[in-house]
């Protein structure tokens, strides 16, 4: 059963010698991260699931170990999803992990986590909700104390100089997920339009209904932690516990 999740951006300006010099525009959002994830290790589970949106070869489950890098962002630093070997041993397949996954790895050593098993999942943002709900509900029945870091950003059009332009439907549709996740509205998240959000470049979206398939029957309680857009793309941080 699902007992706690943290919600966060994945962008890999997280990471400061991704950001460079531009890293202390994102302080304000790591510390909400940091925050979150106490909220997960205090839940005390036996099994902390990453899940992040990949695209191919990305998507699909990595086991506890798995590598990733921030190399192809032109800096020298890697990851490890949890402890382990990462010599690529079950469904991984030795493959990489994807950046927003790598993100997730990256804040859970950050906050030196050792509370749980940690494995990840790579979903495609394609996938239709009902499809993720359905792997949300599979997560939620991996062990008795599950818990969920979820990676993914909001729109990506919120100005003219964003990654997608500026798109009047980015603010609502943004602000519509703030309010979901930071109260915990299942119903909600489940009902965020699959198509808006890709037009929009809101890659949260898919993670957020994998999220609310396995808090079903779970009874969390949602509290938003931080709610901003810098360089015109939604990164939002809520907890539910």
Partial sequence: MLVAAAVCPCPPLLVPEVAAGAAPELDTVRAACADALGVLAASQPDLLVVVGPAEQPGRGAFPQGSKGSFRGFGVDVDVRLGDGDGDGDGVAGGRELPASLAVGAWLLDRAGWASAPVEGLGVGEPLEAERC???????????????????????????????????????????????????????????LDADLAHRLKASGRAPWQVLAGAAEDAGLAGELLHDGAPYGVCYLVATWS
């Fill in 133 to 191: 709900v359905r792997a949300g509900r599979q997560i939620a029945e991996r062990a008795a104390r599950v818990a969920m870091l979820v990676m993914g950003d909001g729109t990506a059009c919120r100005t003219l100089k964003a990654p997608g332009y500026l798109d009047e439907r980015a603010a609502p549709f943004d602000a519509e997920a703030s309010r979901a996740l930071g109260t915990a509205d299942l119903a909600a998240i489940k009902a």
